[in-house]
């Protein structure tokens, strides 16, 4: 049964201040989650800064009044939150929000400590941990409010606490019981044999037989991890779970399951082991290291299994009442992107300034490798860009055990339609394609730092990594019906953040990609003009399914790659795969400002 807001908490809807530090992609999405969820399932008039910047702010301002104006404050625990609490004051402008917000916790705590314990709420998300608070509000005597997981199930104390519903209320008291006075010790009975107790058996009970696992738990890590592949780094994620890196136990680990299995059937192998009274379970340790392996990846499907994986284990232990797991030492992830980023030579028509960067999935920062450090620009035309691509690709290069994935092409508006996908290249002693042997996708760059378009580009972005096995929202097709409502397309594609992905068949692609770029989308897929233009050459719908956004770089390569298909069909596509997580800088790449 629902209930009004008013009648919940006998006034007007509680006004919620978040508090919270720009830590990283994965951190906000979860914040503006919980924003969501509070507004529309908590019923809550929830502020963040994410929607108070549509429009423009005097932010401190801003900050002021929403502070001031908030019936509670929620402080949300993160690492750049605790630091940027902590600091003195801002280092070079960066964590200002956070900075100006705490101090003005710590007055209000000065000044009125009642009020303050009663409105500011310290707020644990999955995992984060309770220490990743600035010291001063650190205190073990006050609260902390956990929220499991990010469903209206997880917000549920939030908003009891919020709204003056507590979960559970005291029952009367009853009259005091008068009690017989015991019998004397000389004629209580003996004691029955020795072993005649009951003894609790911990490796069942309840629990399924999975020694530490109940069926819902099982069931619902099934709906996670059931069908997934083992990935190449998995099994050090598997032998983590007999112990952390460099102990007996990790040392002594079985080796993985064999056959034809998935993640599951890996965590059930776990899960049939015995463990300690007490311990966490070694089912549970391995998705834990799972999901630090998957939050590591760039594809949107795993960087979203990653927050299941988190939210899953974070509420297993909160059940059983375990302690939080230490943190997993670096999963070795070898796969490894190239951005080429061409920029034109304002005085050498067909001239570009080039740069080619290594992106790895193993935590280091991306490394430039041409031009090299201290080195001159290199200044390049399109054939100069595919020889200094090449000479990137050797292994000597391209760095000992890094498997490349994905080649990228950050490039202004004019080179959209380039066929980097079909050039040539020297790998080891034969020259192949190279959208055969790697994905290919394109960037542009020239379309996304306009007026409010980041914001529309980021937060399509986190939509789609919130979405489970492709949503039908994600893409539009635009066809030839639509090349007189485009403008009014790009109108109602404002006003959400989907689609994130544009599929144009238009005979005449680039006015329907020029709409989607205009509207912040992530992903645009579409065909050559010049291939478009080849009544042989079958459309766009023919030739890709588009329906799970994230698997479309894959998808796209084995298109290229697959011989029951003509050359000229297969080469067609264009690509548009432009991820916010790992954005490409903008500054010009001239000889004084070629980024070093």
């Not at 709204?163 to 004629?187: D, F, H, K, N």
């Not at 911990?202 to 619902?220: E, K, N, S, T």
């Not at 394109?442 to 990594?465: A, K, Q």
């Not at 697959?562 to 297969?570: C, G, L, M």
Request: hydrophobic share 40%; net charge negative.
């Amino acid at each position: 049964m629902e209930i009004e807001a008013d009648t919940a908490t006998k006034r007007a809807r509680p006004r919620v201040f978040i508090s919270y530090a720009h830590d990283d992609a994965a951190h906000i999405t979860q914040v503006e989650t919980l924003y969501e969820l509070l507004r529309v399932k908590g019923g809550l008039d929830a502020k963040l800064d994410f929607y108070a910047g549509v429009q423009s702010q005097d932010w401190p301002w801003w900050m002021h009044r929403e502070y001031t104006d908030a019936d509670y404050v929620l402080v949300i625990a993160s690492p750049e939150y605790k630091v940027r609490g902590e600091r003195a004051e801002p280092l070079d402008g960066v964590g200002r929000g956070v900075y100006w917000e705490t101090r003005k916790m710590m007055t209000e705590m000065y000044v009125a400590p009642t009020r303050w314990l009663h409105r500011v709420l310290m707020v644990v998300l999955p995992g984060r941990c309770e220490t990743e608070f600035p010291d001063f509000l650190g205190a073990e005597r006050i609260s902390r409010i956990r929220v499991p997981t990010l469903d209206e199930r997880g917000i549920e104390k939030l908003v009891r606490r919020i709204t003056g519903q507590p979960e559970r209320v005291e029952p009367p008291m009853g009259p005091i019981p008068v009690y017989p006075p015991q019998s004397s010790l000389l004629s209580a009975p003996s004691p029955g044999p020795a072993g005649a107790a009951d003894v609790p058996d911990v490796a069942g009970g309840a629990d399924d037989g999975a020694h530490g696992l109940g069926a819902q738990a099982w069931r619902l890590l099934a709906d996670i991890l059931e069908g997934v592949a083992p990935p190449r780094w998995a099994e050090q994620a598997y032998q983590w779970s007999f112990g952390e890196t460099g102990t007996l136990g990790w040392a002594a680990a079985p080796p993985v399951p064999v056959g034809d299995v998935d993640l599951y059937a890996w965590a059930r192998d776990l899960g049939e082991r015995r463990h300690p009274p007490g311990t966490v379970p070694k089912a549970v340790t391995f998705v834990h290291a799972l999901a630090a392996g998957f939050a590591a990846g760039e594809n949107p499907d795993e960087r979203r299994r990653a927050r299941e994986l988190n939210a899953w284990v974070t509420r297993f232990l909160s059940d059983c009442e375990l302690p939080a797991l230490p943190a997993v030492p670096r999963i070795e992830r070898t796969e490894a992107t190239l951005t080429v980023r061409l920029a034109e030579h304002p005085q050498q028509q067909g001239s570009f300034y080039a740069e080619i960067w290594r992106r790895t999935t193993d935590g280091r920062r991306p490394e430039r490798l041409r031009p090299e450090p201290s080195s001159a620009p290199i200044v390049v035309n399109v054939e100069g860009a595919r020889l200094l691509l090449e000479s990137c690709l050797r292994p000597d290069t391209l760095g000992p055990g890094v498997r490349l994935q994905r080649v990228e092409f950050a490039v202004p508006d004019g080179l959209l339609e380039e066929g980097f996908d079909q050039w040539e290249v020297r790998l080891r002693r034969d020259s192949r394609a190279l959208g055969k042997v790697y994905e290919v996708v394109v960037r542009c760059l020239d379309r996304r730092w306009g007026d409010d378009l980041v914001e529309r580009w980021s937060s399509r972005w986190r939509w789609l990594t919130r979405q489970r096995d492709g949503s039908g929202l994600a893409t539009v097709w635009v066809g030839d019906e639509h090349v007189d409502q485009l403008d009014d397309l790009v109108g109602e594609w404002y006003e959400t953040d989907h689609p994130v992905c544009v599929a144009v068949s238009m005979a005449r692609a680039r006015p329907g990609v020029d709409a989607a770029l205009d509207a912040g989308m992530p992903v645009v897929v579409w065909q050559r003009a010049c291939d478009r233009e080849d009544p042989t050459v079958p459309g766009l719908p023919k030739l890709l399914d588009v329906s799970n956004v994230s698997r479309l770089p894959l998808d796209v390569k084995v298109l290229r790659r697959d011989r029951d298909v003509a050359d000229r069909a297969r080469a067609s596509v264009v690509l548009l795969w432009d991820d916010p997580d790992h954005p490409v800088g903008v500054v010009p790449l001239s000889d004084k400002n070629l980024i070093a």
